[in-house]
Nanobody, 124 residues
Framework: EVQLVESGGGLVQAGGSLRLSCAAS????????IGWFRQAPGKEREGVSCISTSDGRTYIADSVKGRFTISSDNAKNTVYLQMNSLKPEDTAVYYC?????????????????WGQGTQVTVSS
């Protein structure tokens, strides 16, 4: 059974930092990607970043470029999202998702498995 467990969310002041973790288990593929998405109240789910664990290729949304960094520790089957210079508009539930052979990394339908989400709240 595939499981994705996010952690690291919380309440932080604007300008602060958080590091989210996504621990994966029961991996069904040898070649896969982990994406981070977020969804704020009343808004559509947005692709934030993605990493291919086979070749390390990364993708980042323009809205967070220069502030967020994705990385992975393949030995631990864990992907991280380092979030710096946080803004109130970054407030959302953040989800990690697992997929394989992605065509469009920021589209949620490309992913087969999802975590339960972790809340990130940035106060002004």
């Amino acid at each position: 059974e595939v499981q994705l467990v996010e952690s690291g969310g919380g309440l932080v002041q604007a300008g602060g930092s958080l590091r989210l973790s996504c621990a994966a288990s029961g991996l069904p593929f040898d070649d896969y990607a982990i994406g981070w998405f977020r969804q704020a109240p009343g808004k559509e789910r947005e692709g934030v970043s993605c990493i291919s664990t086979s070749d390390g290729r990364t993708y980042i949304a323009d809205s967070v470029k220069g502030r967020f960094t994705i990385s992975s520790d393949n030995a631990k089957n864990t992907v991280y999202l380092q979030m710096n210079s946080l803004k109130p508009e970054d407030t959302a539930v953040y989800y990690c998702a697992l997929g394989s052979h992605l065509n469009i990394w920021y589209m949620d339908y490309e992913y087969d498995y999802w975590g339960q989400g972790t809340q990130v709240t940035v106060s002004s």
